[in-house]
């Protein structure tokens, strides 16, 4: 915990200071919640590249069912992001606006979805954890916050896993029904 004793310079704090103005840095906030919405954040911020990424892609190659369903999916990644931004400005902290990896591109349909499992496994994993932190460090909001996420990147993970089970299963007449509008 940090105990910063800022006295009467708390307008050196900028824009942060507006989300909670009751909560002087370093009181009340635990540092590890902080790093551990920001390792979320970044986290959010791969998914939304990849997903996007993947979302034009597949527009490209005509397949536009799916690509719509990467769309949505980068969409929530998104309010996810945001939702993580809010709690840490709440705690005082800076978001951070760097993803954590760097995304893949030019895969073909059932390779872009073993990366997407991946990333939610990953994701589900790291909140998890979060979640038990949170708990430790008796930050009930942080926890509830990452246990929302949690909730859906498991159906986001369904999502992939049950597609590329289709696409393994079906092959080309299952592929034919992800194309169009
Ligand atoms: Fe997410
Ligand atoms: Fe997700």
Redesign the pocket.
């Known amino acids: 915990m940090l105990c910063l004793d800022l006295g009467d310079r708390d307008e050196t704090l900028g824009w942060n200071a507006a989300r909670n103005p009751k909560l002087r840095k370093g009181e009340g906030m635990s540092q590890k919640v902080i790093d551990l919405l920001n390792a979320a954040r970044a986290r959010e911020l791969t ?1 939304i590249t990849q997903y996007m990424a993947q979302h034009y892609e597949l527009e490209d190659r005509d397949f536009g069912k799916l690509a719509s369903q990467m769309k949505e ?1 980068a969409i ?2 998104m309010k ?1 992001a945001e939702d993580l931004a809010e709690r840490i400005l709440y705690l005082r902290g800076e978001p951070t606006t760097k993803p954590d990896a760097g995304i893949k591109k030019g895969q073909e349909i059932g390779e872009m979805l073993s990366t997407d499992i991946a ?2 496994q990953q ?1 589900v994993k790291m909140y998890n954890e979060a979640a038990v932190v949170c708990s430790e460090e008796k930050d009930q909001i942080s926890k509830r916050l990452f246990e929302k996420l949690l909730g ?2 498991e159906e ?2 369904n999502i992939f896993e049950n597609l590329k089970d289709h696409i393994e299963k079906l092959g080309a007449p299952y592929l034919a029904t992800l194309t169009g509008e």
């Open positions: 998914a999916i929530q990644e996810h990333l939610e994701a859906e990147e986001h993970l």
